[in-house]
């Protein structure tokens, strides 16, 4: 079936620096989402993207971070500084259509240290 | 808000018995949609089941949940499990229409013994 796929799988970074989480999605979908899940816990939502929009964003969805996706290349998630707390498994989501099913990534750990 | 609730963290079973994982959840909304997603070891989680019509049954892949607004319920069940049922599986809401934001129980994790 369709594959989102995620690089890194794994990122390490010192608190304070800046790291991008890059998404591929399936090549004609329109909606792209990430989702947060910290060790132990539910996944929860982000945000969502549509159209070089936000469309809606959660309030995990710190001023720290920010979405794109230039040019139908990567659908990316940039965070600027990081925080410990943002030590999480991201995973990136994209659908055809809002009410489609939405297809995911394996997702990328990302621990700051 | 909304939100989800799996009761079981962990579920073990041996190999041809039923399987039933609890999904409980609150919202506003009078039309939401409730999924099953299940990830299994190195994969990216993957839609199983979704639903929107109350008291209809659905099914795939010989898992079936049937959604109950009146209780607020969607256990996902199968009449014997499989070694390879062993996975994680999210239970997820989303809102009128399915607007495409979704929240996530916490997952149950089933783990089936020969």
């Known amino acids: 079936g369709p594959k989102v796929l995620q690089i890194p799988s794994h990122q390490i970074i010192d608190m304070g620096q800046m790291v991008t989480l890059n998404c591929d999605p399936v090549?004609?979908?329109?909606?792209f989402y990430w989702y947060k899940q910290i060790l132990g816990q539910q996944m929860e939502f982000l945000v969502n993207?549509?159209?070089?929009?936000?469309?809606?964003k959660s309030k995990l969805f710190k001023d720290q971070f920010s979405v794109e996706r230039p040019d139908g290349s990567y659908f990316t998630l940039k965070i600027q500084p990081t925080a410990l707390e943002d030590s999480a498994v991201y995973f990136c989501?994209?659908?055809?259509?809002?009410?489609?099913?939405?297809?995911f990534g394996p997702g990328t750990r990302l621990t700051v240290l | 808000g909304d939100s989800v609730t799996q009761t079981e963290g962990l579920v073990t079973l041996t190999e041809g018995l039923p399987v039933m994982l609890n999904c409980t959840y609150q919202?506003?909304?009078?039309?939401?949609?409730l999924f099953w997603y299940v990830q299994h070891l190195n994969e990216s989680p993957r839609l199983l089941l979704k639903?929107?019509?109350?008291?209809k049954r659905t099914e795939h892949q010989g898992f079936h949940a049937t959604l109950h607004k009146s209780s607020s319920s969607f256990h996902l069940q199968k009449s014997s499990a499989q070694l390879s049922d062993s996975a994680l599986y999210y239970c997820?809401?989303?809102?009128?229409?399915?607007?495409?934001?979704?929240?996530f129980g916490q997952g149950t994790k089933l783990s089936i013994k020969p």
């Open positions: 993207f549509y159209n070089g929009k936000v469309m809606e």
């Open positions: 989501a994209s659908s055809l259509d809002r009410d489609a099913e939405q297809f």
């Open positions: 997820a809401l989303s809102g009128n229409y399915n607007q495409g934001k979704l929240i």
């Open positions: 090549s004609n979908h329109l909606y």
């Open positions: 919202t506003i909304y009078s039309n939401p949609f």
């Open positions: 639903s929107f019509t109350d008291n």
